[in-house]
């Protein structure tokens, strides 16, 4: 495409979101009808597996599109250093404007996360100590620099934190009730408002129609599924699955459902072959558009990771063909085996069961993994002072990571 013909990109990602906490996934209650409704004009993806269940790692894969294992971001210091192959800098590179409203404490500058982008903001730079920044904040920073720079193609990133712990959503959208799932469900609702006020400005300024929609999330949460609460513990699915859905009136068709298991690594690609971009070298991800048109593909198989010899997290990884399982903690050598399809909640471990098949999945995926260790990350740590400072230290207390 040329520059006057490329379609804008908005990557919307809802922190810790549950796909089955989503009327498009089945959930009963009325938590997202506009995500629903966006669902309904585009494709939604049934199944699909981020790279981690914390946000630096995934986030890093994600806008990358490699394994965590390739890109080396494990422990809170570690930093980004991508260069050409991440998005928003291939995006740039052809013309387009990049801009990102972020409020993640982890995908800060200073760790890298802002390359390739025009503009990067971070909404508790001017209010330290601010933790949780809220959704309605983006509101008028999204129309004014849409006014600004919607008149050229333009990728604008927007990180919501409003789902992730605590949960504390204001009165109006308390209607589910006081427990933990159902504040959950109400911050949820608040999102999916403030999506709607978000397209509706796309499209008062005239430029939702050549705009390609994709709302996805980092990871899941926990809710006592294997007897715990949020997220960055562990690899079980609660914490792996994501939802992902993607519109566009121009580039998709509408009212699609993709049964096939899929990667958040697989979203860079997606763009880029939807922008009319060749592939990059580098990508471990691969395009879905081929699954808009054919219902027989084969799941992809999907590696993720948390934890490393450095950090306090066993190092562990999880291993999925789509119908099995395999979950390998490295620091105690144990290993938890899972038939997804007639055990979805990874409640009857079968390694001591069918352990050919767990061999065999773990061969495949470090066959993925070990190439990388013995190379050069391409990301390079920083001295956790200039990266982990002490507001830093609080706003992950505030979220739950720390104690």
């Not at 849409?146 to 193609?153: K, L, R, T, V």
């Not at 005239?206 to 980092?218: M, P, R």
């Not at 789509?322 to 050598?333: L, S, T």
């Not at 061969?363 to 070990?370: D, N, P, S, T, Y």
């Amino acid at each position: 495409m040329t520059g006057d013909k490329l379609l804008n990109i908005l990557l919307i990602v809802i922190d810790a979101l549950r796909p089955d906490h989503l009327g498009c996934y089945g959930y009963e209650r009325e938590t997202s009808p506009e995500i629903d409704a966006l669902a309904a004009q585009g494709v939604r993806f049934e199944r699909v597996v981020s790279e981690s269940s914390w946000t630096k790692a995934a986030v890093a894969s994600l806008l990358s599109g490699t394994i965590s294992e390739s890109h080396g971001v494990k422990t809170i210091s570690d930093c980004l250093s991508c260069g050409d192959s991440y998005l928003p800098t291939i995006l740039r590179n052809v013309g387009y404007v990049t801009g990102c409203v972020q409020t993640n404490p982890f995908l800060t500058t200073a760790a890298g996360f802002a390359q390739g982008f025009d503009h990067y903001i971070e909404l508790f730079d001017s209010a330290p100590g601010v933790y949780k920044p809220r959704v309605q904040e983006m509101i008028p920073i999204v129309s004014d620099w849409i006014d600004y720079f919607g008149g050229s193609p333009f990728f604008l990133y927007l990180h919501l934190l409003d789902t992730h712990h605590p949960y504390e959503p204001s009165k109006m959208y308390q209607q589910f009730g006081s427990d933990a799932q159902s504040l959950y469900d109400g911050e949820i609702r608040c999102v999916d408002h403030h999506i709607r006020l978000i397209r509706d400005i796309l499209v008062q300024k005239g430029v939702s129609e050549k705009t390609l929609y994709i709302v996805t999330s980092d990871h899941g949460e926990e809710f006592e599924d294997h007897g715990g609460s949020f997220h960055a513990k562990h690899l079980y699915e609660e914490v792996l699955r994501v939802p992902l859905i993607i519109s566009s009136p121009e580039a998709i068709p509408s009212g699609l459902s993709v049964p096939t298991q899929v990667r958040s690594i697989d979203i860079l690609p997606t763009i880029l072959n939807l922008v009319g971009l060749p592939p990059q070298p580098g990508h471990h991800g691969e395009t879905l558009c081929p699954l808009f048109t054919s219902s027989l593909s084969s799941d992809r198989l999907a590696v993720s990771q948390i934890g490393s010899e450095q950090s306090t997290t066993d190092p562990t990884i999880a291993v999925s063909d789509g119908e099995y399982k395999v979950i390998w903690n490295m620091r105690a050598d144990s290993q938890e085996l899972y038939h997804l399809a007639g055990d979805p909640g990874e409640l009857h471990n079968l390694i001591n069961h069918e352990p050919t098949v767990a061999r065999t999945l773990l061969a495949q995926g470090k066959a993925l993994i070990e190439p990388f260790r013995e190379s050069q990350h391409r990301y390079r740590a920083k001295p956790k002072a200039a990266d982990v400072d002490a507001d830093m230290l609080m706003r992950l207390r505030g979220l739950g990571y720390l104690e």
